[in-house]
């Protein structure tokens, strides 16, 4: 499964409720070493992040962006996972909106829902998933999302402060964020046909007018940065099992 435009010709008239495009094709840069396949209790980062959305009732069908280089390998660890609920495992771009770009050729027309996910969180849950899910439902768009708690400095390029930044009204966006699929279609159209790119699909829906709702994840939803996110999952998912 490489190019959806042709492999999913025969699929496209299929109208199932809610797809999730899982983006996995971060540089890994600040990790040092490939986070995606890095081990998480026993299976690789990604194997927990499409399990989750394969696992949860109301996602009906996930497609996987990754590096061309990864396309095989990546293929491997979704099939073993996601055997029923994977459609597509396809090249992303030179960043996020042309990766999510990609991933929206492979969803079929009739589609309702569309939800876009960072592999990079695995601990996501079906319950944050349904919230984020009836909240868009409800109003076009939504993302999880967290409120900043922390004290927001302002700095030069030398590293000092020359200002604080009011924590009132500030969330830190998360994934997953979900839309109403002609919604995240026309906003993905018209962001093709600007000189910029946007980091998060919140941003290019808000760029055609449309708003936004947050929705707290309220559960640990941490992005997979630095080694130190890696442990600190590691210790929740013993957690986790220790509580069953």
């Known amino acids: 499964m ?4 042709n492999s999913l010709d025969k699929k496209r008239k299929i109208g199932i409720g809610t797809w999730v495009i899982i983006v ?19 299976r690789p ?10 696992e949860c009732p109301s996602i009906d ?38 990766s999510v770009a990609a991933g929206l050729d492979c969803v079929p027309q009739g589609v309702s829902m569309i939800a876009v996910h ?24 939504a993302a999880c999302a967290r409120p900043v708690t922390d004290t927001l400095k302002r700095v030069n390029d030398e590293g000092f402060i020359v200002g604080s930044v009011e924590r009132e009204h500030l969330w830190a966006v998360e994934t997953p964020q979900i839309f109403r699929a002609e919604l995240l279609r ?44 890696l442990e600190l999952a590691r210790l929740l998912t013993r957690g986790r099992a220790a509580e069953l």
């Open 45 to 54: 980062v990604l194997a927990w992040s499409v399990e989750a959305f394969n």
């Open 61 to 98: 069908a996930i497609v996987l962006v990754c590096a061309a280089g990864e396309l095989r390998e990546f293929e491997a660890i979704a099939r073993l996972v996601a055997p029923k609920k994977l459609r597509a495992v396809i090249e992303g771009g030179a960043h996020r909106q042309l």
């Open 2 to 5: 490489r190019r959806c435009k």
């Open 24 to 42: 996995a094709g971060g540089s890994s840069r600040r990790m040092g070493y490939d986070k995606m396949t890095a081990d998480l209790e026993g």
């Open 186 to 229: 026309h906003a993905y159209e018209e962001a093709a046909k600007s000189d910029g790119y946007f980091t998060d699909e919140t941003s290019a829906v808000q760029a055609v007018g449309a708003p936004v709702s947050l929705v707290d994840s309220v559960g640990w939803n941490r992005k997979i940065t630095y080694p130190v996110d």
């Open 118 to 141: 960072d592999a990079a969180r695995p601990l996501v849950a079906c319950a944050m998933i349904d919230r984020c899910l009836e909240t868009a439902r409800n109003t076009g768009a």
